[in-house]
């Protein structure tokens, strides 16, 4: 008898879901009518079919999150809301090796940490090109860039010179020329100077910077920089179109306050937007009006009338957001509940006549009344906006713990969904890009409130699915992530087309090799260099004999072509782990200070004889020379 083909278990999986749907919501509730609980199951089923990815299924779009003090980033599908990937940033990622190898240690530079806020992916046209991923380090005045060829880590540039927390970043320009950066934290210049705090409103600077972009490489420099008033410069944005060319940072303390901030920086109504026409900077630099501080030109923009102008805006703000097409600048402050829209034309033709209401340090204060387009109530604690497709704009209101819906030009509230709890930022489907998907809106809310099983005092953070394709907006998914995310940018998932091998033609690192014949070890004096090979399901050589004390460098190559088939090197004792991709090669680079037999063994599961892949490092102590009993390429010459 034949036998019949069986039905994919996806399509079971519909099929059975759907038809719970419809038991569910056919019976009338307790009280016999046919509305009220059937009503809210059949709510609560759309949303479990808007998120549902079925098994083998991929999601639409990536999400891309800053790990805050963890210094990674995660990668999330959406719908699905399912964790996809770590990407080791700033921290060392022992799952991957990340921070092990030479190269990683290398660009992390001595540090362990770092505190990533605002990931921003490369554009072109404004639009997101799927080439790079930008992220900042907050506490050591950092940026890296994140190759999404192979979602590695590829530069980390910084300390940045001359600017004190780099939380005004990462925000890029939309053909990448440059990425914004700011001083979240006034200090005296140069660093390394010391001034009293009474000191502060004369003796302390902030700096705006542009890091500059390598169109083809992506490789990050440091563009220009602007000395600034000291305050405390906050969020950014790029203009576009019509704004293209300026650049936006919002700052609080305008009062050049010290001490307890909650209370002495929060006297003022308003705080400002820092207006600074990029292009003007960079010839005012490229002039040599800057003067050399730290190995690059700082701007005083005494020294280059028009580059930067302040917009008074709402006491306390979070943030800038530029609307997709480039004419709204929105700004809203936190501690009131309107959020400010402002024009680009009526910010071009106040600097045209010269309608100003004073200044700060040099740097003229636009009239507010001559620069405001409207002031929309979203309600309380606004805090960043993102859009959609439909000339919509969305505010996180992180006091009132939800987000508003409103139209851009009518200035109308439409609707407002709340969120648990606390929201900050939020990040639509490629919502910072000049067209924006509309579809999915996710709240990064502060706090959970147990809304999840109970992992004791360590609560994470919770992130909630919106969806906003209809008028009004609906909450589909809770999800909980690593500490601590602040913002994220969300990218259509077929615009991203990553390996998933290195190809051999393109490894051309010097001590790559690719059959376990020319694997050996070799001596030169005090160092050992160690050409390895990696292949299911051995390491050759199998045996590394050395004298304590040696430098001993060890080159892997896993010469495996096929997808996921990755390897790991896991040495015993000497807190060593790296993962060599298919094709990557690999350096670990180490004294050999402590005598013994090691075993190294593959970290990473790679086949049925996985267990059997390992080798041992024999080093041998008191000064005593390693014996090369056999000619074996394993041994180190003595």
Partial sequence: MKRQSPIPVAVLTIAMLFALLLLAGCGPDKKGRSGGRSEARSDVQEAAL????????????????????????YVYGIPSMRHIATIPVFAPYPATGYGFDKESKHMMGGFTWGDVHHPALSETGGEYDARWLFVNDNSNNRMARIDLRDFK??????????????????????????????????????????????????????VVCGISVDPKTGEMRVGWEVKMPPFNYDLGDAGKGPSHGWAFWTCYNSERATGKLEVTASQRDRDYIAAVNWKLVEQAVAAGKGKMMDGVQLLDPRDAPGAVFLLPVAKSPHGVDVSPDGRYIIGSGKLQSITTVFTIERILAAIEKKD???????????????????????????????FDDQGNAYTSLFVESAVAKWKLGTWEVLDKVPVSYNIGHLCAAEGDSRSPDGKYLVAMNKLSHGRHLNVGPSQPESSQLIDISGEKMALLYDAFTEPEPHNAQMIKADKLKPIEVYPREENRHPKAI????????????????????????????????????????????????????????????????IVADPGETKVIEFIADKPGVFPYYCTNFCSALHQEMQGYLLVRGNGTAARARTAGPGLAAQ
């Fill in 153 to 206: 880590t590829k530069q980390i540039l910084g300390p940045i010179p001359n600017v004190s927390g780099n939380h005004g970043s990462t925000f890029v320009t939309e053909n990448t020329e440059y990425i914004l950066s700011a001083s979240r934290f006034s200090i005296p210049l140069p660093k390394g100077r010391v001034e009293s705090l009474q000191d502060y409103a004369t003796k302390y600077n902030g």
């Fill in 356 to 386: 100003f209401t004073g200044d700060e340090d040099g740097i003229p204060v636009l009239n507010y009344d001559a620069v405001k387009e409207a002031e929309v109530n979203v309600g309380l604690g606004p805090l960043h906006t993102q």
């Fill in 50 to 73: 808007k998120t549902y990815v079925a098994p083998g299924d991929l999601d639409e779009y990536y999400i891309f999150k800053s790990g805050g003090h963890s210094g990674q980033v």
């Fill in 514 to 577: 690719w059959d376990i014949k020319d694997a050996r070890v070799t001596r030169n004096g005090r160092n050992v260099e160690v050409l390895m090979v990696a292949v299911r399901t051995s390491f050759e050589p199998t045996v590394i004999e050395v004298n304590q004390g040696d430098k001993v460098t060890i080159y892997i190559t896993n010469i495996e072509q096929t997808t996921d088939e990755l390897h790991g090197f896991g040495l015993n004792e000497y807190n060593l782990n």
